[in-house]
């Protein structure tokens, strides 16, 4: 696989794939773009219901951006050598991601019990679907955590630059699904 | 000239011995370095050289099909009182024949027979097929790279599409029949299962047909963008980049940008069909029942689709301009014409293509002074397009053409690209376009200008390249037959609508011989009809030559058999997995230098002489 990627033109400062998925975030982003634009449009039509987002996002939000940040540190020890502080940090990324998926399933649920149940009016209806839409995302994500994890604990420690590549593009990732998070959460609180 | 030439080769494998530089490519392993069997060489290929004959010949055989779709609904409209008994064979019940043995094409069928051709033309045919072929082939070759960035997604990337092809190509044999709602499928045609026979399972296999051509679309786009901007090789500065290379590269960025919406679109889309939301629906009685649907937006949809569905025509277009580019300039004997005056158009199409969307909407009910703006746009992608043609002639002005198949469809493609343009003005304005919204007019405009003659820069490229691609010639008389065949046998076909449109004849509707008012189009219909058929016979043609040239064409004999600059004709005749056998070649000038320091061309791969300037 890596034996077309010329590491020596000396003119790239950024690792091919590193870049790919840079693009591919821009392309989701154009996706999540679009359902807010649409949001937008839906809304000025009228026929939309004004309510509360349930306060249970703030916290889902709160433990994705930790999660980036544990990621964060992970890597830093990686690269460092610091190996106990890798694997903890990674683990505590892991469980916070899945707690992540926790609060946003109990997000949906208080939604639901407010009095706004899917289907009732697109107002709801757009935030079930943007959110299981970014949720979907997120469990990309987390497959790659996995990979991740199972790195950790089933290869031998050792800091090699294919390791970091792929430890990097992992938390490219994540940074990218977190922002992508904060963004819609940003703009469903106060987009109502 | 032959031994010229051949000179020229072996001092382009020399410069690259010499000046190209060593990415250690056979430091570990030798011979086959990709270790490949028949499978993974011809089936699950990473070469991308093999993933770009896979994306043309699929590509291929669903124009076949969208085109003999095309033939079917043509003969219903040209001969709707004969009798189509005789397709029996190939439609079964969509051919229902009465008691005297006329047999008539279902009316839900020509339905189906429009949309599908539509979607197989636009997303299989000329974005898959076209981009995905040339992309592939040329970006890794003109660049100077073994591959992609990422072989693995890009083998996906043709996978992908292979599975979205299996789906829609089996959604043609439901027995409720494939979508049958338009190519733009919009709702509520497309949102309610109940709401033909087509939205049911054909509609749902559509979408899903859709969702695997978008992620083939989007690895492939990562791919190319990424290959462009982090492989190139030394000396390939932007500047330095073939118009072929910035064409596929704005077509990428595009597709990025705006196939996500339309994914977006098909997402709520399909909320709407299954799960009961209203984000498309609004208050609608289907049998005097009032279905629960409350407060939806059809126009939303169609704001979605749109935006990518503008850019798409460029997505289709931009590849085949910069085939014709490449194509003319090589067998003019000439530097393109304003080299960078065509790289800024490219990417002033790619950025107004963003911007003109609701131009498809003027009917839709927008607010006319949000009209104003999109027409505004809309007109000023003119300029840039003018700004190419303008250049594509002055590269052919006084040149020394050489006649053959290829530089005879780049040249047709200039000319059809002015056609269908200058409609496109006329449409692009919402006044007019009220006049000849939905009529032939718009049929005639945009099949002229983004199907034929995206049709031509494909062909173009097709006879071009395939030297390249298969290390022989394709047959020069069958491909100049095929050539005059096509031009005036498209111009036949299309001509015409614009009479049909400019009168009012409604498109999409399944006959008009029951219209007084159109019924003198009669014999019009018929001529367009018969000039299909033929136009369609010349395509086998191509087909033939096609097929018979991989292996019975003439064999390439010369590395370089056009006598061109670009890095692609300084690979060996056939080229392995890894494209240069030794090391890669550096470059050193722009890849237009035709007729400079008493040459006729001098490679890229040609160091600049003392006191040499480039010429751009």
């Known amino acids: 696989m890596d034996l077309t990627i010329q590491e020596n033109t000396g003119r790239n400062k950024i690792h091919p794939w590193k870049f790919a998925v840079w693009v591919g975030c821009g392309s989701i982003l154009m996706m999540f773009a679009s359902l807010t634009s649409a949001y937008v449009v839906r809304q000025a039509a009228g026929n939309w219901l004004e309510f509360q987002l349930p306060s249970i996002f703030k916290l889902s ?63 709801g209806d757009f935030i079930y679907v943007i959110s299981w839409f970014h949720a979907a995302h997120v469990v990309g994500g987390l497959a790659a955590l996995t990979v991740a994890l199972i790195h950790a604990y089933g290869l031998d420690f050792k800091v090699t630059t294919k390791r970091k590549l792929r430890f990097e593009l992992t938390l490219t990732y994540w940074h990218f699904v977190d922002f992508l998070w904060v963004y819609l959460f940003i703009f469903l609180s106060f987009y109502r | 000239m032959a031994n010229a030439h051949t000179a020229v080769q072996d001092r382009d494998d020399m410069l690259i011995e010499e000046l190209g530089f060593d990415d250690h490519f056979h430091e570990h392993e030798h011979g086959d370095k990709y270790k490949s069997n028949f499978i993974m060489k011809y089936i699950f290929s990473m070469d991308h050289k093999i993933i770009a004959r896979q994306f043309l010949i699929t590509g291929m055989i669903w124009a076949l099909i969208g085109a003999g779709m095309s033939l079917i609904f043509r003969l219903q409209l040209g001969f709707p009182e004969e009798s189509l008994s005789w397709l029996r064979p190939l439609l079964g ?36 097929g076209l981009s995905g072929t040339f992309s592939n082939l040329l970006i890794p070759l003109q660049l100077g790279a073994r591959d992609m960035a990422s072989p693995l997604l890009n083998m996906l990337s043709y996978w992908f599409f292979f599975l979205a092809s299996i789906v829609m190509f089996y959604s ?45 679309v989007a690895l492939g786009g990562v791919n190319y963008v990424t290959t462009v901007l982090n492989l190139r090789t030394k000396g390939m500065t932007m500047w330095r980049m073939p118009l072929t290379i910035w064409a596929f590269f704005v077509t990428a960025i595009l597709a990025l940008l705006s196939f ?20 498309y629906l609004s208050e609608i009685f289907i049998g005097g029942q009032a279905l629960d ?92 397009s003018a700004v190419k043609v303008f250049n594509w002639i002055t590269t052919i002005y006084k040149s020394n053409v050489r006649y053959n198949a290829a530089s005879m469809f780049a040249i047709g493609f200039v000319s059809m690209f002015i056609s269908g343009g200058l409609t496109g003005i006329f ?23 983004m199907g034929v003659a995206a049709f031509f820069g494909m062909f173009a490229g097709v006879y071009h390249w395939f030297p390249k691609m298969f290390g022989r010639f394709m047959n020069e008389t069958m491909g100049k037959m095929h050539f005059w065949g096509t031009l005036i046998g498209a111009y036949s076909i299309f001509w015409p609508m614009h009479y049909l449109g400019m009168a009012g004849v409604p498109r999409r509707y399944y006959r008009f011989d029951n219209f007084d008012t159109f019924s003198h189009f009669a014999s019009m219909n018929k001529f367009i009809t018969i000039a299909a058929i033929v136009t369609f016979g010349f395509q086998v043609l191509m ?52 007729g400079k320091n008493g040459e006729e061309f001098v490679p890229q791969v040609e160091p600049m002489r003392d006191g040499e300037t480039e010429d751009h």
């Open chain 2, 293 to 384: 649907h409350v407060g939806g937006s059809p126009i939303l949809y169609q704001h979605l689709f749109w935006f990518l569905g503008h850019p798409e025509v460029y997505i289709i277009i931009l590849p085949a301009m910069g085939l014709t580019s490449e194509v003319l300039s090589v067998h003019c004997r000439k530097p393109i014409f304003g080299y960078k005056a065509m790289v800024y158009s490219i990417l002033a199409i790619g950025f107004l293509s963003f911007i003109v969307w609701a131009h498809h909407m003027f009917m839709s009910g927008v607010n006319p002074f949000i009209a104003n703006f999109f027409v505004i746009f809309t007109l000023i992608i003119a300029v840039p």
């Open chain 2, 543 to 594: 087909f033939v030559n096609f097929f018979y040239s991989i292996w019975k064409g003439k064999k390439v004999t010369s590395k370089n058999p056009w006598g061109a600059t670009t890095l692609e004709w300084t690979t060996p005749i056939n080229v392995g997995h890894g494209n240069w056998p030794g090391k890669l070649p550096a470059v050193h000038r722009w890849a237009y230098d035709y």
């Open chain 2, 260 to 279: 996500p919406v339309l994914v977006s679109g098909f997402l709520l889309l399909m909320f709407d069909r299954s799960m009961g939301t209203s984000f």
């Open chain 2, 93 to 128: 019940k969509w051919i229902e024949v009465n008691e005297a043995g006329v047999g008539t094409l279902a009316p839900e069928f020509y339905y189906a027979l429009v949309t599908m051709h539509g979607t197989i033309i636009v997303f299989f045919v000329l974005t898959a």
């Open chain 2, 172 to 216: 043609l044999f439901l027995s409720t029949g494939p979508f049958a709602g338009g190519w733009v499928a919009y709702p509520p045609l497309s949102a309610l299962p109940q709401a033909s026979d087509g939205s049911g399972t054909g509609m749902t296999l559509w979408i899903l047909s859709l969702v695997f051509f978008v992620i083939s």
């Open chain 2, 427 to 449: 449409l692009g304005n919402s006044v007019i376009d009220i006049q000849m919204h939905d009529t032939y007019f718009v049929v005639a405009h945009f099949h002229i200008v």
């Open chain 1, 61 to 123: 939000t709160l433990v994705i951006l930790l999660s980036s940040g544990t990621l964060h540190a992970s890597f830093i020890a990686f690269k460092n050598g610091k190996e106990k502080q890798y694997k903890a940090l990674l683990v505590i990324t892991y469980l916070l991601a899945i707690l992540f998926f926790v609060f946003q399933y109990q997000g949906w649920v208080a939604l639901s019990d407010n009095g706004i149940p899917f289907t009732l009016n697109p107002s």
